[in-house]
């Protein structure tokens, strides 16, 4: 794990997250670690509505949760400070700035799955909220330094949009554009960012609406639209790879998009 924390790259194939992270060598299973960055993601999204983020912001705190935990065991570190942490980084990365003291609320807010208001959750658990408002910045501080203030491509948005200007026909720009945006947002919750860079990402959503919706998009230059950036196998593999993750984490219950394997 030693050479692993001095490895600057974040993309690696999914038979090595598999293998070889901290949380393995902490005798957590794949399956184990799958579940717990599931629910981690879950408590970014449940903050993020709360928040009112953009989606933009949302991948990135997903993104920021799943980079930590390759550096770092869930068993040393709960995934609800790291996240709470992770949203607060991303509002400012990707320019949604909120205020510290409104995180924490949000963060006491989402732990203890109140129903009740900013306010009544700030009078009446006031110690709670205060607590957050020191975790936040300390866990903050390791999560910078673990993530080597790497803030470059932390989301797919932007090339997707590029790959449905340039390759899609003008009248299944909506459904396809629709339909690849659902498939980034499910993938939070997996680990498909950390094997695959944010353009191969979008490539594979895109890939994935296309074969879902029956639209055929038209090649490009006498090539496949998605040859320049990966080869077909490994859009396929990277498809069937999230149909299985998104299936374990759910656990049983579809609360969504339902992601079948492809051939």
Same mark, same amino acid.
């Given at each position: 794990?030693?050479?692993?924390?001095?490895?600057?790259?974040?993309?690696?194939?999914?038979?090595?997250?598999?293998?070889?992270?901290?949380?393995?060598?902490?005798?957590?299973?794949?399956?184990?670690?799958?579940?717990?960055?599931?629910?981690?993601?879950?408590?970014?999204?449940?903050?993020?509505?709360?928040?009112?983020?953009?989606?933009?912001?949302?991948?990135?705190?997903?993104?920021?949760?799943?980079?930590?935990?390759?550096?770092?065991? @869930?068993?040393? $570190?709960?995934?609800?400070? +790291?996240?709470? *942490? %992770?949203?607060?980084?991303? !509002?400012? &990365?990707?320019?949604?700035?909120?205020?510290?003291?409104?995180?924490?609320?949000?963060?006491?807010?989402?732990?203890?799955?109140?129903?009740?208001?900013?306010?009544?959750?700030?009078?009446?658990?006031?110690?709670?909220?205060?607590?957050?408002?020191?975790?936040?910045?300390?866990?903050?501080?390791?999560?910078?330094?673990?993530?080597?203030?790497?803030?470059?491509?932390?989301?797919?948005?932007?090339?997707?949009?590029?790959?449905?200007?340039?390759?899609?026909?003008?009248?299944?720009?909506?459904? @396809?554009?629709? $339909?690849?945006?659902?498939? +980034?947002?499910? *993938? %939070?919750?997996?680990?498909? !960012?950390? &094997?695959?860079?944010?353009?191969?990402?979008?490539?594979?959503?895109?890939?994935?609406?296309?074969?879902?919706?029956?639209?055929?998009?038209?090649?490009?230059?006498?090539?496949?639209?998605?040859?320049?950036?990966?080869?077909?196998?490994?859009?396929?593999?990277?498809?069937?790879?999230?149909?299985?993750?998104?299936?374990?984490?759910?656990?049983?219950?579809?609360?969504?998009?339902?992601?079948?394997?492809?051939?």
């Amino acid at each position: 794990m030693e050479e692993l924390q001095r490895d600057p790259r974040w993309v690696f194939p999914l038979e090595h997250w598999k293998k070889a992270t901290p949380s393995r060598s902490d005798d957590l299973s794949y399956e184990e670690e799958l579940i717990s960055r599931g629910k981690g993601v879950q408590f970014i999204t449940r903050m993020a509505s709360m928040l009112r983020l953009p989606s933009q912001t949302i991948f990135a705190a997903s993104l920021f949760l799943h980079r930590f935990y390759t550096r770092h065991s @869930l068993k040393r $570190l709960h995934p609800y400070q +790291i996240a709470a *942490s %992770c949203v607060f980084l991303a !509002c400012k &990365t990707e320019e949604s700035p909120r205020k510290l003291k409104d995180v924490a609320t949000i963060t006491t807010k989402s732990a203890l799955k109140s129903q009740k208001t900013r306010a009544e959750v700030e009078k009446e658990h006031a110690a709670d909220v205060e607590q957050w408002i020191k975790v936040i910045p300390s866990r903050e501080d390791e999560l910078l330094q673990t993530l080597k203030f790497d803030f470059e491509e932390t989301a797919p948005y932007d090339a997707l949009k590029f790959l449905i200007m340039k390759f899609v026909p003008a009248e299944d720009k909506n459904e @396809l554009g629709t $339909l690849a945006t659902s498939f +980034i947002n499910d *993938s %939070c919750r997996t680990i498909l !960012c950390i &094997t695959l860079s944010m353009k191969e990402l979008a490539v594979v959503a895109l890939y994935w609406a296309s074969r879902t919706a029956d639209k055929q998009i038209p090649d490009f230059e006498g090539e496949k639209w998605y040859s320049f950036v990966m080869p077909e196998n490994k859009i396929i593999q990277s498809v069937n790879e999230m149909a299985e993750m998104l299936a374990l984490v759910r656990n049983g219950v579809v609360d969504g998009q339902v992601y079948e394997k492809i051939q």
